[in-house]
């Protein structure tokens, strides 16, 4: 019985080692994943070819009486593919990241990442070229945010033309 005992033990000791070591490799990955997360202000740039890569997304709501229904990318995947959003799930200091985006006309609206982030907020917004059909007409284009389940349309950017994302200070 003794025998038996210590073999339980020294299985079990085998064991606990084991799962410390595995606990750690993944504190280590989240940590270096973390660290390899922009910490300062990043432009991205509204590069059309990067946008025909992304996966097209589609979202409607009115604005101003108007009814859109349009395809575009999701502003999270638009982040993630320019490098200014890590893909991995947001912690510490990136929930305090914030998207700036601001219209030719002078117009900002603002968006944190985690209420972007799929496995925070997972707010749906869409940058759009396209509504109705239809390229975007003049006053509205060439890019515009669509941001569905808002109460009022006043972050639905027209006329985009940067998007920054810095830390909230």
Known sequence: ????????????????VAFAAQAQHRHADAESKAAAAP????????DEALIARLPQVKAEGEAHGRKLSCEGVALVELLRASG???AAPLRGAQLARVAQVRARDGYRAAFSLGELDPSLGNRPVVLTRRCNGADLPAEDGPWRLIVPGESRPARWVRQVESIRVSGAD
Do not use: I, N, Q, W
Request: charged share 20%; hydrophobic share 50%.
């Open 1 to 16: 019985m003794r025998r038996t005992d210590a073999r339980l033990l020294s299985l079990s000791l085998l064991l606990t």
């Open 39 to 46: 910490t300062g202000p990043v432009e991205v740039k509204l």
């Open 84 to 86: 200014a959003m890590p």
